[in-house]
T-cell receptor, first 112, second 114 residues
Framework: KQEVTQIPAALSVPEGENLVLNCSFT??????LQWFRQDPGKGLTSLLL?????REQTSGRLNASLDKSSGRSTLYIAASQPGDSATYLC???????????FGAGTRLAVHP | KAGVTQTPRYLIKTRGQQVTLSCSPI?????VSWYQQTPGQGLQFLFE???????NKGNFPGRFSGRQFSNSRSEMNVSTLELGDSALYLC?????????????FGPGTRLTVL
């Protein structure tokens, strides 16, 4: 059974810090991994998509890496800002289940 | 290009009633997936439609059903509502059947069952 775990569950940092969010999955047979951001009461905003054959993707201050063999992905946020405060979710598209399976998310608070 | 739209944004229903939620995908996207989000269970997959055909279904009772129209718009129906159906219902669209492409989510419909 594919399970996705995100650590930590919550994180509070001062503005300007570089930070790393972790995502692990139990079954390495994935097609891709996607990172999302969710603001309170809102839908999900896609941040980065990494195909299973890729090692990393970058968008602005965000960098996501994927190590499929070890079942891990990290989302690196450089020079954090208060506007980055949100819940970050990772999800894997798992071949055996043919659907997106989500982690529980990391709730990030960046304070001025 | 307009994003994924969902209507209505908020709904209040009572137990036993039924409800229909609507999702319009990004123009050109043919795949629509539905998810339920609750504080206890997180995000759970309901079903996916592509070219008017259900391609995959999650572990939800038969009270949850859906359909997709020829213009790719999708509706989700929940019959005989229960208190536990209170949740944020999200739909997502993608160009292809979900495994390859980025999934773009709508703002969600907040359903409250009293």
């Amino acid at each position: 059974k594919q399970e996705v775990t995100q650590i930590p569950a919550a994180l509070s940092v001062p503005e300007g810090e570089n930070l790393v969010l972790n995502c692990s999955f139990t079954d390495s047979a994935i097609y891709n991994l996607q990172w999302f951001r969710q603001d309170p009461g809102k839908g999900l905003t896609s941040l980065l998509l990494i195909q299973s054959s890729q090692r990393e993707q970058t968008s602005g201050r965000l960098n996501a890496s994927l190590d499929k063999s070890s079942g891990r992905s990290t989302l690196y946020i450089a020079a954090s800002q208060p506007g980055d405060s949100a819940t970050y979710l990772c999800a894997v598209f798992s071949g055996g289940y043919n659907k997106l399976i989500f982690g529980a998310g990391t709730r990030l608070a960046v304070h001025p | 290009k307009a994003g994924v739209t969902q209507t209505p944004r908020y709904l209040i229903k009572t137990r036993g009633q039924q409800v229909t939620l609507s999702c319009s995908p990004i123009s050109g996207h043919r795949s629509v997936s539905w998810y339920q989000q609750t504080p206890g269970q997180g995000l759970q997959f309901l079903f996916e439609y592509f070219s008017e055909t259900q391609r995959n279904k999650g572990n939800f009772p038969g009270r949850f059903s859906g359909r997709q129209f020829s213009n790719s718009r999708s509706e989700m129906n929940v019959s005989t509502l229960e208190l536990g159906d209170s949740a944020l219902y999200l739909c997502a669209s993608s160009l292809e059947v979900g495994r390859r492409g980025t999934q773009y989510f709508g703002p969600g419909t907040r359903l409250t069952v009293l």
